[in-house]
């Protein structure tokens, strides 16, 4: 089942902070993040596992509730380059690799 | 370093008829999977390859179809083409075999059914 974005939408000045929240109905075993600008290919953001591992980028930090299947991502001092679609991928099962995406939440970073 | 590669990068095809897309992962990658990506939507996976079989798969008619070989190249078949095929098609390679971790993807192929 897909996942739930929350907001669909922001829109920020530079410099402000954003949270985007991910929920789930099902138990997840891992949540991927990713950013997609107009036109592109989705960018690799972070991954949080069942039981705290994270892997990711070092000015983005998120947080995986596991008893809740919820994740949210966190944008801090936001600057005009983090514009774009943000989407969160769940995996259910572990280890399979299968990914379910949210429908995405849009960012717009102001100057 | 040569990132995820898919060809061709654009295409336009006719109801009914079948197409090939192309991907290549990313270095020292053994797994791929594709995503299907409607306009103003998240991707959809299709399906995942591994070991040259396909190991998971999403809910897609048997239209799709897959192939791996033995460089861990993959193509994507879809076959009798429909109006809501029409979409952005990813491809994303990880070095895991099938098991979680870092999907990279591709810059994608936009299919266009006429």
């Known amino acids: 089942q897909q996942p739930v974005q929350s907001p669909q939408a922001v829109i920020l000045r530079e410099g402000e902070d954003a949270v985007i929240n991910c929920s789930s109905s099902?138990?997840?075993?891992?949540v991927h993040w990713y950013r997609q600008k107009h036109g592109e290919a989705p960018v690799f953001l972070m991954i949080l596992l069942k039981g705290g591992e994270q892997k990711g980028h070092e000015k983005i930090s998120a947080s995986f509730n596991e008893k809740k299947q919820q994740s949210s991502l966190y944008l801090t001092a936001s600057q005009l380059s983090y514009s774009g679609t943000y989407f969160c991928?769940?995996?259910?099962?572990?280890?399979?690799?299968?990914?379910?995406f949210g429908q995405g939440t849009t960012l717009q970073v102001k100057p | 370093d040569a990132g995820v590669t898919q060809s061709p990068t654009h295409l336009i095809k006719t109801r009914g008829q079948q197409v090939t897309l192309r991907c290549s992962p990313k270095?020292?990658?053994?797994?791929v999977s594709w995503y299907q990506q409607a306009l103003g939507q998240g991707p959809q996976f299709i399906f995942q390859?591994?070991?040259?079989?396909?190991?998971q798969r999403g809910n897609f008619p048997d239209r799709f179809s897959g192939h791996q070989f033995p460089n861990y190249s993959s193509e994507l078949n879809v076959n009798a083409l429909l109006l809501g095929d029409s979409a952005l098609y990813l491809c994303a390679s990880s070095p895991s075999g099938g098991r979680t971790d870092t999907q990279y993807f591709g810059p994608g192929t936009r299919l266009t059914v006429l």
């Open positions: 390859y591994y070991e040259e079989e396909e190991r």
């Open positions: 991928g769940t995996e259910a099962s572990g280890n399979t690799g299968k990914l379910i």
């Open positions: 270095s020292g990658h053994d797994t």
């Open positions: 099902k138990a997840l075993y891992s």
